[in-house]
Structures are given as structure tokens and as C-alpha cells.
């Protein structure tokens, strides 16, 4: 079974972060690595990296794939696909690695009956091919949103690969993939995004000054994801929509109750408050540096 896996060809579409760090783990794993990508340098440079045997921006150099991640920008993912599925056989199992789950698979599960979305919990701050980074995925948590209608097989040959890269596999439904990730993921770029307008609305120059001088570890954590890649967040508030309005409309009522306790100078209320969110965050998964 293991020599069967070893022998696969391995697609990849879209040759970025995750692109690009998947094929370098791939290959380091023995699989053949076929890469796709939109300009042609980006092509050379992968494998120039080492992040794939062969690659083109033609599609076709796919169709002797067993197994292609398509690894473009979301908004890019199912008109991607579209344009794939003209290049393979029915028996190619497709999976992708967009950040949300449900649009992508409602439009594409229906399609191609081997397809199975997935989601790497990985990613760094930047992007691109020179970005592909060895063992991104250890340890991390890996989506994996088969549907009624997904083959065991495979879910077996995308769930063994991703096995692979040390990665921790979790299944859900596209949906509550979606609203998962919409509160641990998407509402904190926009409560960070909103920590920093809310610091930039300082009237005094020299104050804003003073604690710009001064800001340091909470603020750099609480601001991280905030300050980060725009076009990200935009997507993540497009295509999350409405998990990502419900997570807020429920953020801005907590945000009310502080303000509440705070005006009502209730410090007893606060405490309790802060507490159980003290003893609530360690069930959260945090990983390293928490
Ligand atoms: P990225 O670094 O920008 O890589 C995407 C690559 O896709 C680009 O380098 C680009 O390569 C290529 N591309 C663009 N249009 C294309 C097209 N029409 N056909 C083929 N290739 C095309 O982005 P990323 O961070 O790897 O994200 C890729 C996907 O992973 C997204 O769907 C995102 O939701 C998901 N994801 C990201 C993270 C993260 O933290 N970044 C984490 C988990 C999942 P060229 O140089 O050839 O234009």
C-alpha cells in the first residue's frame, strides 16, 4: 500500500505559500511533484526551490496526476477548478486548501464526485513562492470536509498524504468548518484590525505618539493579525460572510457588557468575568508560544 502512495504523482495548482510548502514535503516524501502555476517564472523558481520535479503554466501537466491540491487565492479556487477538470480523468481526486469551506464545496463536490475540501491550519505572514517554507504543516491542524457523496477512497489517499506532512486531520462539514474558523480565525483579524483604528482615533499627536513609543508584547499580539495581509482579510469576510456578521454582532453585545461593568464600576462582576475567560482560553488549542 505504501509503495502504491510512494509512486503517485502529486498536482499542484497555484504555486505560493502553501503550494510551494507542499510540494517541498511532498517530494521530500518521495512523491512525483507536478506543479501549475499562473506566470511562468514562478514556475522555474519552484523548481529552481525545489518544490516541484516539473511544472507549467499549462494545466495539462496535470492530467497524470492521482491527486491535485489546488493551492490559488480562494476567490480563484472554483474558476481554477473549472478550467482543471477539462485536463483530468474522472478518477483524479481533487482537493483544495481554501480557508473557507462551504462555497467551495456546495459548488464543486456536485461536479467532480472526488473532489474533498480541505483546510491546512499553517501559514506564515508571507507570501508567494519564496515563501514555501519545509514542514509548515507539523503538527498543525488539517480540515478535511468529505460530504455524503465523497468516495472512502478518496478520503483515504487525500487523508494519508496529509498524514504525511505530520499534520493533526480533523473532519467536519463545510459549515462548521466555516463557523469554527469564523471565531477563532476571521473575528480576531476584525477585532485586531479595530484595536488599531480604535488606537489611531487618538485626538492628542503627542499622546498618540507617547503610546505608539510605548506599545509592546499585549499590543503586538492583540495587533498581529490585524496588521496583516488586506487582501486576506477581505476574503475572509467575503466568502465568511455570514458566520463572520454573526461572530461580530455576538463580539459587539460581550464588548456592551464590559462597557456596562466598566460605567457601573462593578470591578466584582469584571473579575468574574475575566476568570472564566482565564480558565475558558485553556481549552483553546494554542499551540507553541501561548
Ligand atoms: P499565495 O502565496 O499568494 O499563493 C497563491 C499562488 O497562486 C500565487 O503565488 C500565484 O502564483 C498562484 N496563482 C494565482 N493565480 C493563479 C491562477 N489563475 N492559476 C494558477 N496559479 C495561480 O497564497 P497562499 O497563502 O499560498 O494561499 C493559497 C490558498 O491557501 C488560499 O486559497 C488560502 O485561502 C489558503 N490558505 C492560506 C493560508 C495562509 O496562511 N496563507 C493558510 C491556509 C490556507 P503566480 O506567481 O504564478 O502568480
Not at 495548482?13 to 506566470?39: A, T
Not at 476584525?190 to 506599545?215: R, Y
Not at 455570514?242 to 463580539?251: A, E, G, I, K
Amino acid at each position: 500500500m505504501e509503495i502504491l502512495f510512494l509512486l503517485m504523482n502529486i498536482g499542484i495548482l497555484g504555486l505560493g505559500l502553501i503550494g510551494g510548502s507542499l510540494g517541498l514535503d511532498l517530494r521530500s516524501h518521495g512523491y512525483y511533484v507536478l506543479g501549475v502555476s499562473r506566470r511562468e517564472s514562478t514556475c522555474q523558481r519552484a523548481i529552481a526551490l525545489g518544490c516541484v520535479d516539473q511544472a507549467s503554466v499549462d494545466m495539462n501537466l496535470l492530467a497524470v496526476a492521482e491527486v491535485v491540491f489546488i493551492c490559488t487565492p480562494m476567490s480563484l479556487i472554483i474558476p481554477t477548478f473549472r478550467h482543471l477538470i477539462a485536463h483530468l480523468p474522472s478518477t483524479t481526486v481533487v482537493t483544495d486548501v481554501g480557508s473557507v469551506k462551504a462555497p467551495i464545496v456546495k459548488e464543486i463536490a456536485p461536479i467532480w464526485e472526488n473532489f474533498i475540501g480541505g483546510h491546512p491550519m499553517a501559514g506564515t505572514a508571507e507570501s508567494g513562492i519564496e515563501a514555501a517554507v519545509p514542514n509548515l504543516f507539523v503538527n498543525r491542524p488539517y480540515v478535511l470536509t468529505p460530504v455524503a457523496t465523497t468516495p472512502n477512497a478518496a478520503i483515504a489517499v487525500v487523508e494519508q498524504i496529509v498524514q504525511q506532512l505530520g499534520a493533526t486531520i480533523y473532519h467536519c462539514l463545510p459549515e462548521d468548518h466555516d463557523r469554527a474558523v469564523s471565531w477563532i480565525s476571521h473575528l480576531p483579524v476584525m477585532i485586531s484590525t479595530s484595536l488599531i483604528t480604535a488606537c489611531m482615533s487618538e485626538t492628542d499627536p503627542n499622546v498618540l505618539q507617547l503610546a505608539q513609543k510605548l506599545a509592546s508584547s499585549g499590543f503586538r499580539d492583540t495587533s498581529r493579525v490585524g496588521g496583516g495581509n488586506p487582501e486576506l482579510g477581505v476574503l475572509m469576510a467575503q466568502y465568511n460572510r455570514s458566520c463572520l456578521l454573526r461572530s461580530l454582532q455576538q463580539y459587539r453585545h460581550n464588548l456592551d457588557e464590559l462597557i456596562n461593568l466598566i460605567d457601573q464600576e462593578n470591578w466584582v462582576a469584571l473579575e468574574e468575568k475575566l476568570q472564566l475567560n482565564q480558565q475558558a482560553r485553556r481549552e483553546f488549542q494554542l499551540g507553541v508560544g501561548n
